[in-house]
Each structure stands twice: as structure tokens, then as C-alpha cells.
């Protein structure tokens, strides 16, 4: 008896130290998450601050890219709903009700549920169970898309002659109070879209002093995606007709100066007909200039490349002892640098051009370009010569950085 009572005393105790052990451990996993979140809350501002968009921004224009990839998913579905009932027409004759905002009314859906139970067709009841599960795809994905704009505020609705700068700037001054200057600032380096349409959803987001924005699809017929590869295509098509038809007047030209010569007696009437074709020619040749530089400004890169101490007296970085470097305001009369990205995707930097002995450094602004992902910066060994290149070429075009050397 007295055996069985000291190893039930044994094993108790055993308990005891194993929970003791296990509180410990708890203990020193808890403190060692404690030290490493302040360790990690104090590197940042010793190495460079905070980055240039605030966490909370970047989540939220991460959220709002979701609600865009699921509002152009919604669009698709119904096209393809719509093409669905229009193969159900052909086959039955019957013409379903009209698509709502969503997809079929509960009455619809209930008569296609019958027919499927009661239709000897195995073809026909094949496109019903596909019309019903694409208008539950529907469903199921604005669904999801009020879930997620639950969570964001209100997006601005797009309406004609709307721009996306206007837009940014009243959000910013008259919802935000924000001052003019401090807005201007705060639009000209962010990423705006160039073409808006009506129905689009401009999303704007401002958390301390930094300014972020998305738009999507909305109720728009097309995604900013289309819009904007449309409005590129339709420059290069443009361009390209304009080349077309220089060639095609230059050639005329020289068989009506040929036609001219061995016609003296309608040399007058021919003349006229040139100088009509040479005006022609001259007003294509304007427009294809014309064409051909919006081309070099959606292909381009402007670049500043200065000292640091520079950069922070002209106010365009801020940043001091024991403080973070940032980029300030971006003054488009300072980019005096171009790069044309389909020719070149490299920036030489020479220390004796800037007064340098060498180089120690070369950082790049804005800081929301990835090192290694979107760029790389090379120095070579003698300190005398850096590369900076360029590696998501898309990323940069008809953009503005500054590249800041110490």
C-alpha cells in the first residue's frame, strides 16, 4: 500500500514539473516574439523609416485590386450567361426574362429548375444546369465583392468628363481637408489613370499623410486594363496610318512631278493638284510628329541624378540625423534627364561628373519600386562608375525617379 501511494506522490509530482517545463518554455517564446516585434519596430526608422506607402494604404489598394479582378470575373460571367440564354432560345424557342443587375429572378430559376426534372432532352437539360450554375457564379461573386467593399469606404463613381487627378484632388481637399499645395504633392507621385469611362470606381485613401488610390471595373462596360491598352493601340494604329499614307502621298508626288513634265500643256492644273498633296503631306507629317512624341512620352523615363545634400536642399528628399530619408515633392522642371525605354534599359552614374571621389551609395526614389524585382543598382569595384537597370520596363514608362548618390 505504501508502495502504490509514494508512486502515486511520484507521478504527480512528475505532472507538476512536466506543466512547470512547459510554462516556462510559453514564457520564453512569448518574451523572445516581444523582443524581436520591438527590434523589428526600431530597424525601419534607424536604416531608411518607414516606406513610402503606410501599411494600412497598401491593404486597402490591395483589397480594392481583389474587388477589381472579381467585378471583371462578374462581367465575364454574365456574358457569358447572357450567351447561354441565347442558345436556350435558339433550341426552345422560349425567351427567358431579362438579366437583372445580378442574373435570373427566383421565378426563372424555379422554371428551369422544373424543366430539367421534367425534360426527356438530356441536351437541353445540360444548358439549363449550365445557365443555372453560371447565374450562381454570378451571384455567389457580387456576393463576394460586397463582402470585400464592406470593408473599404465608399468608392467615388465615375461620371463622364471626369478625371482621375480631379477626382484625387477633391477626395484629398474637401473630404480630407487636406491644404492644396500638401495635395498637389501628395497626387503628383501617385500612379494615376490616364483614361477614365463612366461607371468606373475610383477608390481613394489617405492614412497618415500618404495618399493611395485604385479603380476598377465598376458597372463600366470595359475594365481600365481595356481602356487603357485601347487607347495605346489606338495611337500606334494612328501613327501607323499616318506613316502609311506619307509614303503613299510621296510616291504620288513624284509620278505627278513625272506626269508634269511630259504634260506641259496641263502643267498649271498639275501644279495645283502637287501643292494640294504637298500641304497633305506636310499636315500628316505634323500629325505623325505629333503621334510619334506622345509615343516617347508613354515610352520614357525622367530622371534626376544628384548628390544626397543636394537633393535635401532643393527640398526635393527630406530627412536628417538619426531620421529617415524620403522623397519629398517630385517638380517636373527638375527631370531635365530622358530615357527612352525602348532603346535603352541602363543609367550610367559617374562619380567625377557629380564631384565625387567615388561612390558609396545609390539609392532610388520612389521607394514603392522593388530592389531586384523592378530595378537593380550595380557599382563597379572602382568606385568611379554605377549602373543603375532597369528590369520591369512596363513599370517605368512615362514615370519619374530619383536616383540619389552618396
Known amino acids: 500500500m505504501k508502495n502504490s501511494t509514494e508512486r502515486e506522490n511520484t507521478t504527480e509530482t512528475a505532472k507538476i514539473a512536466r506543466k512547470k517545463t512547459k510554462l516556462l518554455y510559453t514564457l520564453v517564446i512569448v518574451l523572445a516574439v516581444l523582443l524581436l516585434a520591438i527590434f ?26 481583389k474587388i477589381g479582378k472579381l467585378e471583371t470575373k462578374f462581367h465575364e460571367s454574365k456574358e457569358e450567361l447572357s450567351k447561354l440564354l441565347q442558345e436556350y432560345t ?28 421534367n425534360s426527356q432532352d438530356d441536351i437541353f437539360k445540360s444548358l439549363a444546369k449550365d445557365i443555372l450554375a453560371k447565374d450562381k457564379k454570378i451571384f455567389e461573386t457580387k456576393k463576394e465583392i460586397n ?40 497626387v503628383e507621385r501617385t500612379a494615376l489613370l490616364e483614361s477614365l469611362v463612366p461607371g468606373f470606381k475610383v477608390w481613394n485613401f489617405y492614412s497618415e499623410n500618404e495618399y493611395g488610390t485604385f479603380v476598377t471595373q465598376g458597372d463600366a462596360p470595359s475594365s481600365p486594363n481595356d481602356i487603357t491598352r485601347k487607347a495605346k493601340k489606338e495611337i ?27 504634260l506641259n500643256s496641263r502643267a498649271e492644273e498639275l501644279q495645283e493638284e502637287i501643292n494640294n498633296q504637298v500641304a497633305k503631306l506636310k499636315r500628316l507629317s505634323k500629325e505623325n510628329s505629333e503621334m510619334e512624341k506622345r509615343l516617347n512620352i508613354l515610352n520614357s523615363l525622367y530622371v534626376i541624378i544628384d548628390l544626397k545634400k543636394n537633393l535635401i536642399k532643393n527640398e526635393i528628399l527630406k530627412g536628417g540625423f538619426l531620421r529617415s530619408t524620403k522623397l519629398e515633392k517630385m517638380p517636373m522642371e527638375d527631370f531635365k534627364q530622358t530615357i527612352d525605354l525602348r532603346e535603352t534599359n541602363t543609367i550610367e552614374i559617374f562619380a567625377e561628373k557629380l564631384g ?6 545609390i539609392r532610388l526614389y520612389p521607394k514603392h519600386h522593388k530592389m ?5 543598382i550595380e557599382i563597379k569595384t572602382n568606385k568611379q562608375t554605377g549602373t ?9 514608362k512615362n514615370g519619374r525617379v530619383i536616383i540619389c548618390v552618396e
Open 356 to 361: 565625387l571621389s567615388k561612390i558609396r551609395k
Open 372 to 376: 531586384g524585382v523592378d530595378y537593380k
Open 236 to 262: 500606334t494604329d494612328a501613327r501607323d496610318k499616318a506613316i502609311a499614307e506619307k509614303k503613299k502621298l510621296e510616291t504620288d508626288i513624284k509620278a505627278l512631278e513625272k506626269k508634269k513634265s511630259s
Open 388 to 396: 543603375l537597370t532597369i528590369l520591369n520596363r512596363e513599370k517605368f
Open 147 to 186: 463582402r470585400f467593399e464592406e470593408l473599404l469606404p465608399k468608392p467615388h463613381i465615375v461620371i463622364e468628363g471626369e478625371s482621375h487627378y480631379q477626382i484625387a484632388m477633391d477626395f484629398l481637399v474637401h473630404s480630407k481637408k487636406v491644404p492644396g499645395e500638401k495635395a498637389t504633392r501628395l
Open 90 to 117: 435558339v433550341k426552345t424557342g422560349e425567351v427567358p426574362a431579362i438579366l437583372g443587375d445580378i442574373g435570373l429572378s427566383e421565378e426563372e430559376k424555379k422554371i428551369l429548375k422544373e424543366k430539367i426534372i
Open 40 to 65: 523589428y519596430s526600431i530597424i525601419p526608422n534607424l536604416r531608411g523609416g518607414r516606406k513610402h506607402i503606410s501599411p494600412q494604404i497598401r491593404q486597402r489598394v490591395k483589397l480594392s485590386a
